[in-house]
């Protein structure tokens, strides 16, 4: 079981810049993969950045150059830095670790209860 706790979210005025936190239960050296979706009102879910026990991280393309995903493995802490934020920025923030389920291999996805970003225009 992965317990996962979102800070940071707000209102920002737009070009401004925010940090969420996620904050995991375990060690997230155990976890495999750790990501920030959004979601906005009447839209799916989508996956914002993502990064692996690696320190391999993905972006979409609409927040490339502007948004930074990071970790602190002592922390057991997975950050979103948001720069440059724009008003089709703001949705729902959701932080989501992908665990290995022993024994069986399969991978399960835990979710936080996400924090509100909102990008004034």
């Known amino acids: 079981q992965v317990q996962l706790v979102e800070s940071g979210g707000g209102l920002v005025q737009a070009g401004g810049s925010l940090r969420l936190s996620c904050a995991a239960s375990?060690?997230?050296?155990?976890?495999?993969?750790m990501g920030w979706y959004r979601q906005a009102p009447g839209k799916q879910r989508e996956l914002v950045a993502a990064?692996?026990?690696?320190?391999?991280?993905n972006y979409v393309d609409s927040v490339k150059g502007r948004f930074t995903v990071s970790r602190d493995n002592a922390k057991n802490t997975v950050y979103l830095q948001m720069s440059s934020l724009r008003p089709e920025d703001t949705a729902v923030y959701y932080c989501?670790?992908?665990?290995?389920?022993?024994?069986?291999?399969?991978?399960?996805?835990?979710w936080g209860q996400g924090t509100q970003v909102t990008v004034a225009s």
């Open positions: 989501s670790a992908d665990k290995v389920v022993v024994p069986s291999g399969s991978i399960y996805r835990y």
């Open positions: 375990v060690s997230i050296f155990s976890i495999n993969s």
């Open positions: 990064i692996t026990s690696g320190d391999i991280t």
